[in-house]
């Protein structure tokens, strides 16, 4: 089966650094998403690791251990725009499949 | 411009009006899917399609049908509607099912009274 588990809510500061954590089971790997999710709109695309280790991308960076099953999103200088939710989306065979997703909530 | 592209945007209907909800992309992509999302349960995939004339369900696939006659079309099908399927609908595509990203619709929020 497939599970994938990360926290409902967080908050931080602006200018702050903040990690959101994903752990997940899945039938096969090839690779995990992250996607961000304004209110009401459609997710967009982040990062995609595939290999174990960190992948910069401006002021985002994605961490993949596949032993562990687990990944994290890095924001760092965080700004009022990064208020969304942040979606974790391993990559088992033959479908993409998506967490519940992480509502950050960024503050002044 | 890239684009996966949805209609309607907002639809209300009535319990067992039939209706579709249309999806085309542009950029000849393989790969597409119907997701819904509720509040708690996020996205759950519908049904996927690997190209034309390959279809398969999805985690959530009762109440709807879907076809792929076209590359770039992907039209949702709900012979007969039913309140437990209001919710905000989103198609995607991407290349192929493997390591590309996915391009999303701008959703489709429907209200089955």
């Known amino acids: 089966g497939q599970n994938i588990d990360q926290p409902t809510e967080m908050t931080a500061t602006e200018g702050a650094i903040v990690q959101i954590n994903c752990t997940y089971q899945?039938?096969?790997?090839?690779?995990l998403f992250w996607y961000q999710q304004h209110a009401g709109e459609a997710p967009t695309f982040l990062s995609y690791?595939?290999?174990?280790g960190l992948e910069e991308k401006g002021r985002f960076s994605s961490f993949l251990s596949r032993s562990k099953g687990y990944s994290y999103l890095l924001l760092k200088e965080l700004q009022m725009k990064d208020s969304a939710s942040y979606l974790c989306?391993?990559?088992?065979?033959?479908?993409?499949?998506f967490g519940q997703g992480t509502t950050l909530q960024v503050k002044p | 411009e890239a684009q996966v592209t949805q209609n309607p945007r907002y639809l209300i209907t009535v319990t067992g009006k039939k209706l579709t909800v249309t999806c085309s992309q542009n950029m000849n992509h393989e790969y597409m899917s119907w997701y819904r999302q509720d509040p708690g349960l996020g996205l759950r995939q519908i049904y996927y399609?690997?190209?034309?004339?390959?279809?398969d369900k999805g985690d959530v696939p009762e109440g709807y049908k879907v076809s792929r006659k076209e590359k770039r079309n992907f039209p949702l099908i709900l012979e007969s509607p039913s309140p437990n399927q209001t919710s905000l609908y989103f198609c995607?595509?991407?290349?192929?099912?493997?390591?590309?990203?996915?391009?999303f619709g701008q959703g489709t929020r429907l209200t089955v009274v």
């Open positions: 899945t039938s096969g790997f090839n690779g």
């Open positions: 399609s690997m190209n034309v004339e390959v279809t």
């Open positions: 989306a391993p990559l088992p065979t033959g479908k993409l499949i």
């Open positions: 995607a595509s991407s290349f192929n099912v493997m390591n590309t990203e996915a391009f």
């Open positions: 690791n595939v290999l174990d």
